[in-house]
């Protein structure tokens, strides 16, 4: 790799740590980068994960110092996100992950619009505990978003943070705290089993975890000061960044 393309790289890194901290998404930059730089498909997906594992468990660790992670959700659904990433990871080392593409396509909109309308959304904190209700519904969101991550991984951030949002009526801040643990455990899985079928290089991937700890530092940091307000925006722009990207790619390969 030369000089010029490993500082992109390490840029493009940096830049994904930052963003996913506060919103999510973050492989939508990260992903792509680590594909541009020759690795093929599989090897930067897993490439990708260890990097974006270790990133998230700094910004994890930085949330946690806040006071807004609201620890039952993560104990209850960190563990069925981690088992819906196993059996994303298999497919995906089976299956090309394009052909899932359209779908995450579709619900990134509906999130989208769905936030943008309904504009006090995520603004107030309400959490009222768990329920039989909600409890059901955050079980069969947290395996389906874990299976998604294990899989893709673009969006998975934006899901969860939604979820925890509408199910569980909590602000950006908490929402976001709190889905950098869950999305933590389907995250260091995922990691494993590349690791476990070679699909990833290792070195390049561990030098660019480096980075991406600094720049989930600085991202989560960012987040924890600003609050919900802030990460609302980012929330959006992200997301519509993500549709952008997947809508492009998806009528590329038609055409």
């Not at 974006?52 to 993560?74: D, E, H, Q, W, Y």
């Not at 960012?222 to 980012?234: H, M, N, Q, R, T």
Request: aromatic share 14%.
């Amino acid at each position: 790799m030369s000089p010029e393309a490993f500082f992109i790289l390490s840029a493009l890194c940096f830049l994904a740590a930052f963003i996913d901290s506060i919103a999510g998404g973050g492989g939508m930059i990260s992903l792509p980068a680590f594909m541009a730089v020759g690795l093929p498909p599989h090897i930067a997906l897993g490439t990708n994960k260890i990097s974006a594992a270790i990133g998230t468990l700094a910004s994890s660790l930085n949330f946690l110092r806040s006071n807004k992670i609201i620890l039952p959700l993560v104990t209850r659904f960190a563990p069925l996100a981690l088992f819906g990433a196993i059996f994303g990871v298999k497919t995906a080392l089976l299956i090309p992950p394009k052909y899932f593409q359209p779908i995450s396509f579709f619900l990134l909109i509906c999130v989208f619009i769905y936030t943008l309308i309904n504009k006090n959304l995520g603004e107030e904190y309400d959490y009222q505990g768990i329920n039989s209700v909600n409890i059901k519904w955050g079980c069969i969101f947290s395996l389906l978003i874990g299976f998604y991550d294990g899989f893709l991984g673009p969006g998975t951030g934006s899901f969860l943070i939604f979820m925890l949002i509408k199910i569980f009526h909590l602000d950006f801040a908490h929402a976001t705290a709190t889905t950098k643990f869950i999305n933590l455990a389907s995250n260091i899985i995922s990691a494993a089993l590349y690791f476990h079928a070679g699909k990833l290089n290792l070195p390049l991937g561990l030098i660019m975890a480096v980075i991406m700890i600094i720049g989930a530092f600085a991202g989560s940091s960012l987040a924890i000061y600003k609050g919900s307000k802030f990460i609302k925006p980012v929330f959006l722009v992200v997301t519509i960044t993500l549709i952008g990207k997947m809508g492009y790619s998806f009528l590329s390969s038609l055409f």
